[in-house]
């Protein structure tokens, strides 16, 4: 399975099961096993990078089983083709975005005219509200 130009899994590592889709679908759906459940075993690619592992496994959440396996359940369409194709370009899509690290972030502070006009605005909101007590009023 081609993921990107320099990335490819091999075929051997994802395993596919046809299991019976759940729903409406008359007579037709409790014969057929038209529901793909994809299994990508992440720890065991070797193709993969321990960050991008790490990526994928945030990604793919409850998806992931503990033992790492990660398990995509496909039953949308009434066609087992349809459903197998969509497992695996979802499959591709979280592997896409766990080979993309995210940008660091860069910590930013206010400039110090920023901070002195904010405490300069509260001081003047603060007087305002001071002028409002009744006069001989203490707290």
């Known amino acids: 399975m081609r993921i990107t130009d320099e990335l490819v899994i091999d075929e051997a590592e994802i395993e596919e099961r046809f299991i019976r889709a759940s729903g409406p679908g ?46 995509i359940r496909a039953d949308t369409q009434r066609a087992r083709e349809r459903n197998r194709i ?25 400039s110090l005219a920023a901070v002195r006009r904010t405490k300069e605005a509260k001081a003047r909101i603060s007087a305002k509200k001071a002028a409002r007590k009744k006069p001989g009023a203490e707290d």
Not at 27 to 50: K, W
Not at 86 to 110: G, M
């Open 26 to 71: 008359g007579q037709h759906v409790n014969t057929t096993d038209s529901a793909v459940q994809l299994r990508f075993d992440v720890e065991a690619c070797s193709r993969l990078t321990p960050e991008v592992k790490a990526r994928l496994k945030r990604l793919a959440g409850s998806r992931l089983t503990k033992e790492g396996v990660l398990v």
């Open 86 to 110: 969509d497992a695996r370009s979802r499959l591709k899509a979280l592997i896409e975005r766990a080979l993309v690290a995210p940008k660091p972030r860069k910590k930013s502070r206010p």
